[in-house]
């Protein structure tokens, strides 16, 4: 086994009775082509809290841990081990989002999955909007459904702020099609995002979500930008960001470089020209 080769954790086997019952309570059937995928890293209590939320808006929802040192995956893997809805990945050692996204990916696309909708653990993004998103993906699938965040009164202002310059460089590489280059509550078609991502070593850590959306519409993958709402929780509350203004700041920056710089070589950063699909933001 490789130093950060991922482990299955596998699902214990209870009584057929038990699992019979287990399946006559989930409301929602099982999903051959769409699947929650949740990557997380020491996230503390909110990451059951998550999966909980997350598998009682669909089916299935797949757990990535990367790497996590705080034992936060271990009543996801109890609570695993007697729903067949859910499963958990573990990662030896931590990669990064992208790299936990890429190992789940992977496995998805290999269990014979389409689409992945991709939450965040920490609570922040809204698993009631979980249909809807699944929902314009099952409409159009070659799309990728972007969320758009609708702040409330918890969201940090340097934050907001920050985001605002992220997002006026992936509109300038874009031609506009990308609404919000940071929310990370998206669905994408699997395949081409892992064409995407086999072509670079980039897209590994926090800069994956911008650098997805981007190389996506570069592919000619239409983006549907739609609004989604979006909590900040306390740390009293359980809130836990592993965002580091200077270093992943510096990282989106040297990002932005990279796509400048290969969007005018290849002829992909064309900013006058009319972006692909839907576009603008449609009513939630």
Not at 196 to 211: P, S
Request: proline share 9%; hydrophobic share 40%.
């Amino acid at each position: 086994m490789g130093l950060n080769e991922a482990r299955t954790v596998p699902h214990a086997t209870p009584a057929s009775s038990a699992n019979d019952s287990s399946r006559q309570r989930d409301p929602n059937p099982a999903s051959i082509t769409h699947l929650v995928l949740i990557p997380s890293y020491n996230t503390g209590p909110r990451l059951l809290q998550t999966v909980r939320e997350a598998r009682a808006a669909w089916n299935p929802v797949w757990v990535v841990v990367d790497g996590s040192s705080d034992s936060s995956d271990a009543p996801v893997i109890t609570l695993a081990a007697e729903d067949p809805g859910l499963r958990v990945l573990r990662l030896l050692r931590n990669g990064g989002k992208g790299a936990a996204v890429l190992h789940g990916l992977r496995e998805a696309a290999d269990a014979g999955f389409s689409h992945a909708l991709i939450m965040d653990a920490d609570g922040q993004h809204p698993a009631d909007q979980v249909p809807a998103f699944m929902a314009e993906s099952v409409r159009l699938p070659a799309a990728m459904i972007l969320g758009v965040p609708v702040f409330d009164g918890s969201a940090p202002r340097l934050r907001v702020g920050g985001r605002r310059i992220s997002n006026w460089w992936t509109k300038l590489e874009t031609g506009g099609a990308i609404s919000d280059s940071l929310f990370g509550f998206r669905v994408y078609p699997i395949g081409p995002l892992l064409a995407v991502m086999a072509n670079t070593r980039w897209m590994r850590r926090y800069d994956f979500d911008a650098e997805a959306a981007v190389r996506l519409a570069w592919r000619g993958v239409a983006a549907v930008n739609r609004p989604a709402p979006v909590r900040y929780y306390r740390p009293d509350e359980g809130g836990v960001s592993h965002f580091r203004y200077g270093r992943d700041n510096a990282l989106l920056t040297w990002m932005h470089i990279r796509l400048m710089i290969t969007g005018l070589v290849t002829l992909k950063l064309r900013p006058w020209r009319r972006p692909p699909g839907p576009g603008p933001a449609t009513p939630a």
